[in-house]
């Protein structure tokens, strides 16, 4: 795995650490190792739930290397060397049928929300920053940032982050709903592996059916979701995992997901999680 992203399984979950000190701004090695993770973890049936974080105390992400800028200023340039791939990649984790939890260790701006809104949950602690400063350097988020941030806080407030380049509170970000839950300093990992373990209980097949009509809210109208809700829930009551919800509810015992297949428990660990 890529220094620059490092990846260990344990227990059914995927911990992706991003590691490009002291702030791991995002590059072109980043890209590259993101998309590494991601294949490693699509090819792990037991890899049932992901959360992101970033190495140490200081950021999440702090946004994109600067430095890789002034090599990208032919027209069509940064868009094909840096803006697509990064499309593409974090278009592929927004996807990933698996739930994701990212846990903002610390500051998280540029890239690094963009990212971070890529995951289904988010948990930050309470004193970081999170915010989108590009329009200060003469561009804007270009990672699926607008749209991505948009939809969680709904326009007003995107805009109002993107357009002012001022970052907002932990605090500020749970009140907008951009976060899901704020804790306190250093315990952004503890909380998420948290939520993960507790999503592992869940039926994965159903959650990635929810989590894909949740995320065409906004792209299909009303008529084409309720067909897709519709085809969703006929897969979901005709499963195994159906039958093995409603028979645990009539027996007043805990369901056992994680007997199905792909959904043991991971036997081997590729680093230490903690």
Request: aromatic letters at 4%; proline letters at 6%.
């Amino acid at each position: 795995m890529s220094a620059d992203v490092r990846l260990s399984v344990r227990d059914g979950v995927a911990l992706l650490v991003l590691d490009n000190p002291p702030l791991h701004v995002w590059n072109a090695g980043m890209t590259r190792g993101l998309s590494r993770a991601l294949d490693a973890v699509e090819a792990d049936p037991e890899a049932r739930v992901v959360v992101l974080t970033g190495d140490g105390d200081r950021a999440f992400c702090a946004g994109s290397d600067i430095a890789e800028f002034a090599g990208m200023r032919a027209p069509g340039e940064a868009v094909a060397r840096k803006l697509r791939p990064q499309q593409e990649l974090f278009a592929r984790l927004a996807a990933l049928p698996r739930p994701t939890v990212a846990a903002l260790n610390g500051h998280t701006l540029g890239g690094g929300l963009e990212i971070a809104v890529c995951c289904d949950l988010v948990v930050a602690e309470e004193h970081i920053a999170i915010g989108s400063p590009e329009i200060k350097l003469g561009v804007f988020p270009g990672s699926g940032g607008t749209f991505r941030v948009a939809r969680r806080i709904g326009a007003g407030r995107a805009k109002e982050m993107q357009l002012l380049g001022e970052p907002v509170t932990a605090a500020t970000a749970l009140e907008w709903g951009l976060v899901n839950r704020v804790v306190p300093r250093g315990g952004s990992r503890a909380a998420a592996l948290e939520l993960a373990r507790t999503l592992l209980d869940r039926p994965p097949r159903a959650m990635a059916l929810c989590k894909s009509v949740v995320d065409a809210a906004h792209d299909l109208t009303e008529d084409e979701l309720i067909e897709l809700s519709l085809r969703a829930s006929d897969e979901a009551f005709t499963s195994a995992e159906s039958a093995e919800g409603t028979a645990a509810f009539l027996a007043r015992r805990a369901p056992a997901f994680r007997a199905f297949p792909g959904s043991a428990p991971s036997t081997s660990e590729q680093e230490n999680q903690s």
